[in-house]
């Protein structure tokens, strides 16, 4: 009757060490998953940062996106870690009612051990047989020793249970202080970029404003062109005037030359008939040497000028229009 007792131990016990080692290793798997999460998200992280980033504002940019992309993940893997840190909790409460549990079922029964020293006493007288009654205080001692290697056992995974619970909440607050600094250096580029934005805001204005200006100098340079243009073109007429007043001014001067000449030759001539005129008449008013006061004195036409007069008002009229076209000569003359 004994021994079929502990055998029934050992099997009652022997599935409650296999599920707290179940559990115990259940926990390990998501350690691994945990720090291969991790591990991937540290080479994401370390890899937008490695990679070259274009300059000027697409640099900004491209931070700011892998800043956000890291704090995105950061916040996942945090995400993660508090599931974990739930589970190892939840782990930890089950491990420590599976031991409550087990303590309570474990603890031997007092009228068992009250009718065990009964029970050996019977055996004896029955049956004689000194070596029944140790199997059966061995039979009681084993359960007690089982119970306390469970208590040293479970106690060890609730301090290896602990240990994780207290590195996972490290881990955890390290990624609070890294999503807030990547929170702080974000809020930080968000600024630089809309002072970017503002200086490019000023920049493009002020290249609105030399547009403007430059156009409007183009259209004082298209009107100085046509001004320019309008000017050539009097500038042209002008000298083709010039020109043609020269030409002109050419042809007077011949003309000129032509009528001092003729002037002067006629004037000659003119002199020459009123030397001869004036002897003549002097000579009638002292003629025989006395002086007729009523002798004529006057001026002897030339022969041509004799036959004009010979024909009345015809030679008068062309007397008249020599005398006015010499004088206009004269007085040309007089003032060049």
């Not at 099997?11 to 998953?33: E, F, G, V």
């Not at 500038?235 to 030359?257: D, I, N, S």
């Not at 002897?300 to 005398?323: I, Q, T, Y």
């Amino acid at each position: 009757m004994p021994r079929p007792r502990v055998s029934e131990l050992s099997q009652r016990q022997a599935p409650k060490l296999r599920t707290s080692s179940s559990t115990s290793d259940l926990s390990h798997p998501n350690r691994l998953i945990n720090t291969d999460r991790s591990s991937k998200l540290g080479v994401d992280r370390r890899s937008p940062r490695s990679g070259g980033a274009p300059p000027g504002q697409k640099k900004l940019g491209g931070r700011i996106s892998d800043l956000e992309s890291q704090l995105g993940q950061a916040q996942e893997e945090l995400r993660l870690l508090k599931e974990q840190l739930a589970n190892a909790k939840a782990v930890k409460e089950q491990a420590q009612d599976e031991l409550h549990h087990n303590v309570k079922s474990k603890k031997p029964n007092p009228q068992a051990l009250v009718e065990g020293p009964a029970y050996e006493a019977d055996t004896i007288d029955r049956d004689e047989i000194p070596g029944d009654a140790q199997k059966e205080t061995d039979v009681f001692e084993v359960p007690v020793e089982k119970i306390a290697v469970l208590k040293d056992e479970e106690a060890e995974k609730l301090v290896a249970k602990e240990d994780e619970i207290n590195m996972l909440k490290a881990r955890l607050y390290d990624m609070e202080k890294e999503h807030e600094s990547l929170g702080k250096e974000n809020e930080r580029l968000k600024s630089q970029l809309n002072d970017a934005a503002t200086e490019m805001s000023n920049v493009k204005a002020n290249e609105d404003e030399m547009a403007s200006k430059v156009s409007r100098m183009g259209e004082d340079l298209e009107e100085s062109r046509a001004k320019t243009a309008h000017l050539k073109e009097k500038l042209e007429y002008v000298e083709e005037a010039k020109e043609a007043l020269e030409a002109e001014m050419k042809k007077l001067r011949v003309q000129t030359k032509q009528w001092r000449k003729a002037a002067d030759a006629a004037a000659a001539v003119l002199s020459r008939e009123f030397e001869r005129d004036r002897s003549r008449s002097a000579e009638k008013c002292f003629a025989g040497g006395l002086f007729d006061p009523n002798a004529e004195v006057g001026f002897l036409e030339s022969p041509g000028v004799a036959d004009d007069s010979d024909d009345g008002l015809g030679s008068g009229k062309r007397k008249s229009s020599g005398m006015k076209m010499f004088g206009e000569l004269w007085k040309k003359r007089g003032q060049k």
